[in-house]
């Protein structure tokens, strides 16, 4: 149980960029032999990281007080981990979810075991399974932990190991992909059919006598954020249910020490390390833990954070978020009684992942021996744009690159051969990166840049709606309604179909009938349409179970196949002004 927290934090407030980055390190770890009232301590250093999706290349910058700063990429954030490490031998390395899913080529064209092995050689102890982790099913991910050779290698006749890595590397990751040296775990996904944990729900550390108990879980509502036929057969629970069940579970073995590693976050309202204000669901979670859990390391959100929310007894618990992408390392240090195991005090800060220190060189040599064997499909030219076409969404929810992609997805199965779709719905959180027009490339648009767009490969599938239906999707959109989302959330429609929804209408009656149209014309009730998605939402993700009641299913092509065409087909390409979709007041 946590006596007292202390949480020293440098505000990225109130510093620029550099500043924070030398302030940080001016910063004075506890003293790790002796706590504040003079009796012998334990003092452990925890490095946590969250949300790093693949981003083994330095990733874009990272925007601190407006202003941006270069940071990230495996191999400086290796060095950083180094230099904690150095300060303190007595050190743990942890995640809090979503180290893999939405990558960038470099890793996803690898299935992402360059990430895996990444974080092998960095020396990571333990992930919290995010929802992205479950984005290719369950069995892919049990393959990431126990390692083995991709199906689709298998059938297509190819070696389980690219061929073209350095000695060095091949050496070092072995002749077959070995999966993760550290442990995934997942508290809170249960196995309906063995009643058990898919992965260990805590793992634990020992230092110099006294353990510390790590918890990892996902957010329940995982299933919504994924296909739902790679999370069959598996059960979400609660998450601060799940962590207060198993609190007496660790005191029975001894630990006095409990960290929880939670892929859920909030979104803070203070400032960079501040939670004043925080909104989202973990303020809610950690208002319900255990007053023995000491502290949380969360993610989810790509937020920043170092702060105290009050636990079930009002007591203030450490609560951290490392933003994202590797850019960011949250610093942490517990100090634990030596005689009793428990925790006395904590403190944590954030650090940018900055480009002024050595990197490591194993690290920067993974990274070049894949960025060298993805190159060709990399660079590989697949059209031309004129200028950004953002994923930003008006105040309709709207936005010119949501226009790009259904219009792509429509034209590519419009054909009787991919089932003659009439309409295209596409998933905002399905676009990972904007189009963005670079000058000096004359809108050059690479399969890199397509991949960093759509990066979830994805197949299109065609389906039979009645107007109807259409309308109840079109609610599903908006709180309220049943399975509708927890906030707007608006799908992208394709060019002739056009509908105006009430800002203040009612749950179920936002949407106004007679304004859904295509090609100029009131879609009628009863009238049946052949409409084209991906097949996350044809499978119900993102809480769009009406998908699942589209009749006459058919699987056309690749979603990354349809946007190469469309560019192939009427590049240069121009962004039009979103228009198909009406916000009213």
Same mark, same amino acid.
């Given at each position: 149980m946590t006596h007292h927290i202390i949480v020293r934090i440098l505000a990225a407030s109130?510093?620029?960029?550099?500043?924070?980055?030398?302030?940080?390190?001016?910063?004075?770890?506890?003293?790790?032999?002796?706590?504040?009232?003079?009796?012998? %301590?334990?003092? =452990?250093?925890?490095?946590?990281?969250?949300?790093?999706?693949?981003? $083994?290349?330095?990733? #874009? &910058? /990272?925007?601190?007080?407006?202003?941006?700063?270069?940071?990230?990429?495996?191999?400086?954030? %290796?060095?950083? =981990?180094?230099?904690?490490?150095?300060?303190?031998?007595?050190?743990? $390395?942890?995640?809090? #979810? &979503? /180290?893999?899913g939405a990558?960038?080529?470099?890793?996803?064209?690898?299935?992402?075991?360059?990430?895996?092995?990444?974080?092998?050689?960095?020396?990571?102890?333990?992930?919290?399974?995010?929802?992205?982790?479950? &984005?290719?099913?369950?069995?892919?991910?049990?393959?990431?932990q126990r390692g083995g050779c991709h199906p689709r290698l298998e059938r297509a006749g190819r070696s389980c190991r690219e061929k073209g890595l350095s000695p060095m590397i091949r050496s070092k990751v072995g002749r077959k992909f070995k999966g993760a040296d550290f442990r995934f775990l997942a508290a809170n996904v249960f196995d309906r059919k063995s009643g058990g944990t898919l992965f260990p729900a805590y793992g634990v550390k020992q230092f110099h006598g006294r353990k510390i108990g790590f918890i990892g879980l996902t957010l329940k509502d995982t299933p919504k954020l994924v296909k739902p036929?790679?999370?069959?057969?598996?059960?979400?629970?609660?998450?601060?249910?799940?962590?207060?069940?198993?609190?007496?579970?660790?005191?029975?073995?001894?630990?006095?020490?409990?960290?929880?590693?939670?892929?859920?976050?909030?979104?803070?309202?203070?400032g960079p390390d501040g939670c004043a204000g925080i909104s989202g669901p973990i303020a809610g979670i950690v208002r319900r833990l255990d007053p023995e859990v000491d502290l949380v390391v969360s993610g989810h959100t790509h937020e920043t954070y170092a702060c105290r929310l009050p636990n079930a007894a009002g007591e203030?618990?450490?609560?951290?978020?490392?933003?994202?992408?590797?850019?960011?390392?949250?610093?942490?240090?517990?100090?634990?009684?030596?005689?009793?195991?428990?925790?006395?005090?904590?403190?944590?800060?954030?650090?940018?992942?900055?480009?002024d220190i050595r990197p490591e060189p194993l690290l920067t040599r993974l990274v070049e021996d894949y960025g060298r064997l993805s190159r060709p499909i990399e660079e590989r030219i697949v059209g031309r744009i004129t200028a950004t076409f953002s994923r930003t969404p008006n105040e309709a929810g709207e936005s010119a690159l949501g226009d790009l992609i259904a219009d792509a997805q429509l034209e590519a199965t419009r054909s009787r051969r991919y089932g003659a779709a009439a309409i295209a719905f596409m998933n905002s959180g399905g676009m990972r990166a904007d189009f963005s027009y670079a000058p000096g490339k004359k809108g050059r648009v690479s399969y890199r840049e397509?991949?960093?767009?759509?990066?979830f490969g994805g197949t299109l599938v065609t389906m039979t709606l009645t107007g109807a239906q259409i309308e109840q999707l079109?609610?599903?959109?908006?709180?309220?309604?049943?399975?509708?989302?927890?906030?707007?959330?608006?799908?992208?429609?394709?060019?002739?179909?056009?509908?105006?929804?009430?800002?203040?209408?009612?749950?179920?009656?936002?949407?106004?009938p007679a304004s859904i149209r295509l090609g100029g014309k009131p879609i009628a009730a009863g009238k049946i349409y052949r409409i084209v998605t991906?097949?996350?939402?044809?499978?119900?993700?993102?809480?769009?179970?009406?998908?699942?009641?589209?009749?006459?299913?058919?699987?056309?092509?690749?979603?990354?196949?349809?946007?190469?065409?469309?560019?192939?087909?009427?590049?240069?390409?121009?962004?039009?002004?979103?228009?198909?979709?009406?916000?009213?007041?």
């Open positions: 109130t510093l620029s960029g550099a500043s924070l980055i030398s302030a940080a390190r001016l910063y004075a770890a506890p003293d790790p032999t002796v706590a504040s009232d003079g009796k012998p %301590a334990i003092a =452990v250093k925890i490095i946590a990281i969250n949300d790093f999706h693949g981003n $083994l290349r330095p990733p #874009g &910058d /990272l925007m601190l007080n407006g202003a941006p700063v270069s940071a990230g990429g495996a191999a400086h954030l %290796a060095g950083h =981990v180094r230099e904690l490490r150095a300060a303190n031998p007595d050190n743990v $390395l942890v995640s809090a #979810g &979503d /180290l893999i990558s960038p080529l470099i890793s996803a064209n690898f299935q992402d075991e360059p990430t895996i092995e990444a974080m092998n050689l960095l020396g990571l102890d333990f992930n919290a399974v995010g929802n992205h982790e479950f &984005d290719e099913g369950r069995d892919e991910l049990l393959r990431m036929s790679g999370v069959k057969d598996l059960e979400f629970r609660d998450e601060a249910d799940t962590v207060n069940a198993l609190v007496p579970v660790l005191r029975s073995q001894g630990i006095e020490a409990i960290v929880v590693l939670i892929h859920e976050g909030g979104h803070p309202g203070g203030p618990v450490l609560v951290t978020s490392a933003h994202d992408y590797g850019r960011l390392v949250s610093d942490i240090d517990l100090v634990l009684d030596a005689k009793t195991g428990e925790v006395i005090s904590t403190a944590a800060r954030n650090l940018v992942v900055s480009r397509a991949f960093d767009v759509q990066p079109l609610e599903q959109q908006f709180p309220g309604c049943p399975n509708g989302q927890p906030a707007n959330r608006i799908l992208q429609v394709s060019a002739g179909f056009e509908y105006a929804w009430n800002a203040g209408g009612k749950a179920c009656d936002k949407v106004d991906n097949d996350f939402l044809a499978d119900g993700g993102d809480g769009f179970t009406l998908f699942t009641q589209g009749a006459n299913r058919m699987a056309a092509l690749p979603e990354l196949s349809a946007l190469e065409r469309y560019f192939g087909r009427h590049s240069p390409l121009t962004p039009g002004t979103p228009r198909r979709i009406i916000r009213l007041p």
